[in-house]
Structures are given as C-alpha cells and as structure tokens.
C-alpha cells in the first residue's frame, strides 16, 4: 500500500513562488519515480516527474520555472514554483510510480496523492 500526502498549495500573485511537498509511505512496494500532475479535461498531464535516479522531465509549459527534486531515502519530492502565470491555476497531484515483486513477477503501479490547489491570481 502506497499512501501520498501533500502540502504547500495556496494562492499567490503572478509572478510569485510556491512549494509543493509530497511524502509518500510505501508498505510492500519500491518507489522507481515520483512526480506533479495536474488535471486537465479527461486527464492529468504531466508536469514534473523524477525518477529515482535523478533523471527530471518537465512540461514545456513549465521548464525554466519549476524545478523538482526528490529524496529517495526519505520518499519525498518537492516542487519549487517560481514566476507563476495564472494559467498555472489547478489541482496538482502528487504521484509514485511503484514496482512489487512476488512470486509472480513484478507488478508496476502508479499511486496518487488528494489534490493541492494552486490558485494564481492578483
């Protein structure tokens, strides 16, 4: 069982600055990733995710912007915001790509936190 628990969200003016923190508990399972999505129509893209070997991918919406890092000991991952746009509005999920081994074989998964809003607006 994975369990995510987020925090940091809030609102803020444009061009101001948030952190988002994710801790993650995982009983059975390893954490190979972790990462931010947040919701779009029907979906959540992507918008920064971290593998466990420090390996980063962004949106374009949000390189040079959003910076994510991660601390595998510990399973947090953090997301530092800065000059934000109103168009980066949402609910932003935190998530962990998990992998559980049986005898069966591996079992790879993907585990989401509750949401935090972010709200840009003057």
């Known amino acids: 069982q994975v369990q995510l628990v987020e925090s940091g969200g809030g609102l803020v003016r444009p061009g101001g600055s948030l952190r988002l923190s994710c801790a993650a508990s995982?009983?059975?399972?390893?954490?190979?990733?972790m990462g931010w999505y947040r919701q779009v129509p029907g979906d959540r893209e992507l918008v920064a995710g971290i593998t466990n070997g420090g390996i980063t991918n962004y949106a374009d919406s949000v390189k040079g912007r959003f910076t994510i890092s991660r601390d595998s000991e510990k399973n947090t991952t953090t997301m530092q915001m800065n000059s934000l746009k109103p168009e980066d509005t949402d609910v932003y999920y935190c998530?962990?790509?998990?992998?559980?081994?049986?005898?069966?074989?591996?079992?790879?998964?993907?585990?989401w936190g509750q949401g935090t809003q972010v709200t840009v607006s003057s």
């Open positions: 998530a962990a790509d998990t992998i559980k081994y049986s005898d069966f074989g591996p079992t790879v998964g993907r585990s």
């Open positions: 995982a009983t059975g399972f390893s954490i190979t990733g």
